[in-house]
């Protein structure tokens, strides 16, 4: 076996992560792990959820004994080779005071009465560094603060209840006892807790910080290679409380047993789960009696994770002081006052100064713990007698029953007495009532189109413009910028993108051949036959007989608006399809945005001649390239099947 403070490490129960180490000789930190409780019903760890009285007055007194709590033990076969502190006895005082019902404000200031451990060896020292340990010395106050945030569901039988739980420490012990952290400390927890009467589930989860970081047994060793560094920590506790009284022992309900375990995994920097030996898990078993106003309380824990300040065992005693008015029944009126002692004042707000629960303080038969209104007695009208309410209203229309003329149907006041509180047959003033009226909530708009169903009809011709826009909304129509045009039947009936009066033969389109292309007429060259202007291809793409030519300011030139005509033309033809064109880019010219602009302006061209927002979009220069004669004019144009994108077109426009 190896020996030397090598082979010797600390199996840590008590979990911490800080933001920041520092080197000391012993470290600044509490290692008892355990937090005293002035509340005369807490446990060996759990505080309950509920907070005292206004003004009441609670202390204990708290005795813990710890064997071992810290040792160094031989890693291969986990015997204790060293106690750093062999036995521990400490004391607790508390005290604390209800505020307001729901807050309770306290006091902590732990005390240790002795500790011893083994004489330092050279080994040890190695390990731990170089200093005295105090057989006595005083830990940090402890400042409480507890809000209940949830009373008892059920009162005095118990229910769920919610509260939160801070406990915030000054500085006040030595760093050189493991008593005290040398630093302020905040300690916040949930405590939730589920009562049965005698039995009673209790739960405790929160964060732990610390403002300085802590190392134990790591003198020997770089600051990052601590495996022992205590920060900020996730305490836990979970309890189980039952009282003997459930079972017939105990008639007058003195004592309460309770099972705990209790713990807390670090948080930072070492990771939860990462190391058990900077993770504590302790169970207990306790025991406390009640006799009037003092309580006393017994218990015993073990480690479920040995480790330093978690010692295999550890026994408690403590004894509280909790002065309360005599009330036996707990209903807060005092006895020589209550004609009730043994049965609970209800405190409905209904003759609660005597002390005796009243079961139906409205006396209508419903009792108040189904009553909703324990103080009006019910109409029985016939309508949800059970509630216990009466109900002056029954449909909820407003209108009182004893002056609606259907009281069990919702409706508007009128000045009818027949057909005040009756539901309005025509809720939409359309003139089309009852289940005609496929549309009850919306007014017929009555223009002449299908107004007999009592439904708003926004399109008519249901070509896709709503009528408030259609400048022919009985007749389909195509996208115009036009307002008067817009929604009304295309006007170029040849399809050649020229209208009336410029278009001279309005039911013939225009070859588009560079011959009198602007009359609309086709013609043809009597000498030869000329070109078209434009070309599709099988695969789609389109050749140009001429480059589109630009203007200064980047719009199309007026000599190219017959080339464009062109091909507009052939896309009224297609309805389906859409022309993608790009335009190549040129620094000269503005680089890819320059490109996009051009692209832009033959896009909106070809709309506007086409009269259709799909006709045409703008594509990217690669995708268009390889159409004949792109190379060479600069602009690519491929018509394909589909729907042209408006958003597209919106978002090219300059």
């Known amino acids: 076996m190896r020996s030397s403070a090598a082979v010797l490490a600390v199996f840590v129960a008590f979990g911490a992560l800080t933001s920041s180490a520092r080197a000391q000789p012993a470290p600044s930190v509490d290692v008892r792990g355990f937090r005293a409780s002035a509340d005369p019903g807490a446990g060996l760890y759990l505080e309950p959820a509920a907070s005292p009285g206004t003004g009441d007055f609670s202390a204990a007194l708290w005795l813990t004994y710890g064997y071992r709590p810290i040792s160094l033990r031989d890693p291969t076969t986990d015997e204790s080779r060293f106690s750093v502190i062999g036995h521990q006895l400490s004391a607790d005082l508390a005290a604390t005071v209800g505020i307001a019902e729901r807050v309770a404000l306290g006091l902590d200031m732990p005390v240790v009465l002795y500790q011893g451990g083994d004489a330092p ?58 008593v005290g952290e040398g630093e302020v400390t905040s300690e916040t927890r949930l405590l939730a807790e589920y009562r049965v009467v005698a039995v009673g589930l209790h739960l405790a989860t929160g964060v732990k910080l610390r403002a300085q970081e802590a190392r134990v047994a790591c003198a020997d060793v770089a600051e990052e290679a601590c495996p022992t560094r205590f920060g900020h920590e996730i305490p836990f506790g979970l309890g189980l409380t039952l009282k003997p009284q459930a079972f017939g022992l105990d008639e007058e309900g003195r004592v309460t047993l309770s099972l705990e375990t209790h713990g807390y995994l670090p948080l930072s920097p070492i990771a939860p789960f990462q190391s058990s030996r900077v993770a504590a898990a302790q169970l207990g078993l306790g025991a406390r009696y009640a006799l009037r106003d003092v309580s006393f309380l017994v218990g015993v824990e073990t480690a479920l994770v040995g480790g330093v300040g978690n010692p295999p065992l550890r026994a408690l005693a403590s004894v509280a002081w909790a002065p309360r008015a005599r009330d036996a029944d707990g209903d807060g009126v005092p006895d020589d006052q209550d004609a009730c002692r043994e049965l609970a004042e209800d405190k409905d707000g209904f003759q609660d100064g005597d002390g005796c629960p009243e079961g139906d303080n409205d006396e209508d038969g419903v009792v108040d713990e189904e009553d909703r209104c324990p103080g009006e007695k019910e109409d029985e009208d016939g309508f949800e007698d059970e509630d216990g309410c009466p109900d002056p209203d029954n449909d909820g229309d407003d209108v009182l029953d004893v002056l609606d003329a259907c009281p069990d149907e919702p409706g508007p006041d009128s000045a009818d007495p027949e057909l005040r509180g009756c539901p309005n047959r025509d809720p939409d003033q359309d003139g089309i009532v009852g289940e005609q009226d496929r549309c009850p909530n919306a007014p017929e708009d009555k223009d002449g189109f299908e107004d007999e169903d009592g439904c708003p009809d926004l399109d008519n011709d249901s070509d896709g413009f709503p009528d408030k826009v259609d400048a022919c909304p009985g007749e389909k129509g195509v996208y115009s910028e036009d307002p008067k045009l817009r929604g009304c039947p295309d006007p170029d009936l040849d399809k050649d993108t020229l209208l009336a009066p410029e278009d001279r033969c309005p039911g013939q389109p225009e ?31 389109v050749e140009l007989s001429a480059a589109v030519r630009f203007t200064a300011e980047g719009a199309v030139d007026a000599a190219s608006m017959p080339l464009l005509r062109a091909l507009a033309s052939e896309l009224a033809r297609r309805p389906a399809s859409v022309a993608q064109v790009g335009v190549r880019s040129s620094p000269k010219e503005g680089g890819d945005e320059g490109a996009a602009r051009r692209a832009g302006t033959i896009v909106d061209a070809l709309r506007r001649f086409a009269r259709r927002q799909s006709a045409a979009e703008v594509a990217a220069w690669k995708d268009v390239r390889g159409v004949p004669r792109a190379q060479a004019q600069g602009v690519g144009v491929k018509v394909v099947e589909g729907p042209g994108t408006e958003a597209r077109g919106a978002e090219r426009k300059p």
């Open 121 to 178: 060896t050279e080994a040890s020292q190695r390990v731990l560094g170089e200093f005295p340990l105090q057989t006595m010395a005083l830990g940090d106050l402890g400042l409480v603060a507890k809000l209940t945030a949830v009373k008892p569901t059920r009162g005095e039988f118990g229910g769920f209840a919610l509260a939160v739980h801070e406990r915030f420490t000054l500085p006040t012990g030595s760093d050189l006892s493991y």
């Open 511 to 541: 070859t588009w051949n560079g011959v009198d292309d602007a009359d609309g007429c086709p013609e043809e060259d009597p000498r030869k036959k000329l070109k078209p202007l434009v070309v599709l291809r099988a695969d789609g793409g």
